[in-house]
Structures are given as structure tokens and as C-alpha cells.
């Protein structure tokens, strides 16, 4: 049963879309914010995503610019305007598809099975993500080799690979750690020490970069 995630903070939108999803007998689950989809990829697998260009918080291209850091996860937009369809077919970030407002759910669901098609029928494609977070089984993936990591280091990683280019402090870093073995800034030192000792191997070392006086951050290739 393919699992689909609708990003739509239109009620009226998003709902015939579910139902119809559902009778096709896909796994669907609904999400009205940028964040949250981010947040729900990351804690379960999805199949696909239909993802709204106008939403409340971010909007659909920093979704998919996010999403794109550490996962092929295929997208299909749903767009109200001629301005954001050209964008969508100007993307390089890779959306799969748009359907333009208003749209029939039926039509909808072609398009998700088209999509599906497409993207089973060439598996290990060559965007091949360098992460992915497997949330369920607590790990971090790195060129398809899942590191071992400590529960802080996987916390602190998780973190850097969904925000990539942005800085943490290491106050935030230790905040994200939650743990009590972990009461002064500096064990988050050790910590990302650990971490690019074990992404060494794998040539990964040098994405973790410290800025100096500010905090850390994961460079996006
Ligand atoms: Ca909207």
C-alpha cells in the first residue's frame, strides 16, 4: 500500500483528496505545514508527497529545498498560479510533477500512479541522496552506509542534516542532545569530534564545519 503525505492547508482541497486516495487504497496522511511535513518524512516512509506551493508557514519550493538535502522522496506540487507553475518547471531541486488549481481528485491520483510508476521502475536512480535519516530505526544514513552512532550523536546529526547550512550554536546543539551526560558545551565538541571521526571513512568528514565563535553546521554539496 503506497503511503502518500498531502501538504495542503486548504481543508476543502485537501480532504476529496484523501478520500479519493484512501478508496485507491494508498496509506494517506495530512499535513497542513511546511514543518511538519519535514518533521513527518523524517518519522515515517512515505512513497511520495503532494505538496502545496502556498502554505502558511514555509512555502512548497523551501519544503522541497529542504527535503532535497537528504531525500529523492518524489514530489508532486499543487499549485493556484501560472508564476509558480513556471517556477516549478524552471526547479533544478528536482519536483516530479505539478497539478494546477482547481484540479479533480481523480486526475490527482493519475498523476501519483504515473509518478510511482516512474520512480519504482528505476530503482537507485542517479540522485541518489548522500542522507537519510531512518527515523524509526534511529540512524543516519551517509552514501547508503548507515553509521553507528551514540544517541547524542545521533541527535546532534539529525539535527545538522535537515537545516543544512545552517549554524547551531552549541548551546542549541546540547538543547537537542536532551541528555544528562551532556551538561557542558564542550561534550558537544566531543561529540561532533566522534561524528567526523566516524564519517572519515565514508570522505564525509570535512561536510561538519566549525565556525569558529558561532557553532557548527553541515555543508550541502
Ligand atoms: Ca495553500
Known amino acids: 500500500m503506497p503511503a502518500v503525505l498531502i501538504v495542503e492547508d486548504e481543508p476543502r482541497l485537501a480532504e476529496p483528496l484523501m478520500f479519493a486516495l484512501e478508496r485507491e487504497h494508498f496509506a494517506v496522511t495530512h499535513v497542513t505545514l511546511g514543518e511538519d511535513a519535514l518533521d513527518a518524512v523524517n518519522t515515517q516512509p512515505f512513497d511520495l508527497m503532494v505538496l502545496d506551493v502556498g502554505l502558511p508557514d514555509l512555502s512548497g519550493f523551501e519544503v522541497l529545498k529542504t527535503l532535497r538535502q537528504y531525500s529523492a522522496l518524489p514530489v508532486l506540487f499543487l499549485t493556484a498560479r501560472q508564476d509558480e507553475v513556471d517556477r516549478i518547471l524552471g526547479l533544478e531541486l528536482g519536483g516530479d510533477d505539478y497539478v494546477t488549481k482547481p484540479f479533480s481528485p481523480r486526475e490527482v491520483v493519475a498523476r501519483i500512479r504515473a509518478i510511482l510508476k516512474r520512480t519504482v521502475a528505476k530503482p537507485g536512480a542517479d540522485s541518489e541522496p548522500l542522507w537519510h535519516v531512518d527515523a524509526s530505526g534511529c540512524q543516519v544514513l551517509f552514501r547508503q552506509a548507515p553509521l553507528s552512532l551514540t544517541r547524542s550523536e545521533y541527535r546532534i546529526l539529525t539535527a545538522l542534516v535537515q537545516r543544512p547550512g545552517q549554524v547551531f ?18 561534550s558537544v565538541d566531543t561529540h561532533i569530534k566522534t561524528l567526523r571521526a566516524k564519517l572519515r571513512p565514508l570522505n564525509g568528514e570535512h561536510l561538519i564545519v566549525t565556525r569558529r565563535g558561532l557553532g557548527y553546521l553541515l555543508d550541502s554539496p
Open 169 to 186: 550554536s552549541r548551546a542549541q546543539l546540547l538543547d537537542i542532545c536532551d541528555s544528562d551526560e551532556d551538561s557542558f558545551e564542550r
